[in-house]
Nanobody, 124 residues
């Protein structure tokens, strides 16, 4: 089992930045990948970014965040991060960290463990 705890969410104004963190514990030796997803009000959960856990290579981003968000990991510290710059009101959502044992990608079912989420609210 792997436990994930997100932090770093909050209320910001449009154009500002936030850095989300995801702390992993438990059987972290089994982690192969990590992804961030989000769910806005009245919307379905959507993919944001993904990368390999060990070295943050082979990253993928949703078109809506490309160039503004950066996903990274520090496997030695069992941490994943999502740096979010130039935030927009449409980025308002609960952000979830997820990790996978053997796969990764843009779909939620590629991941085996999920955190509880952290709220990000961007005001205009």
């Amino acid at each position: 089992q792997v436990q994930l705890v997100e932090s770093g969410g909050g209320l910001v104004q449009a154009g500002e930045s936030l850095r989300l963190s995801c702390a992993a514990s438990g059987r972290t030796d089994r982690i192969y990948s990590t992804g961030w997803f989000r769910q806005g009000p009245g919307k379905e959960r959507e993919f944001v970014a993904a990368t390999r856990w060990s070295d943050s290579t082979a990253t993928y981003y949703a078109d809506s965040v490309k160039g503004r968000f950066t996903i990274s990991t520090d496997a030695a510290k069992n941490m994943a991060y999502l740096q979010m710059n130039s935030l927009k009101p449409e980025d308002t959502a609960v952000y979830y960290c997820a990790v996978g044992r053997s796969s990764y990608g843009k779909t939620w079912y590629a991941y085996d463990y999920w955190g509880q989420g952290t709220q990000v609210t961007v005001s205009s």
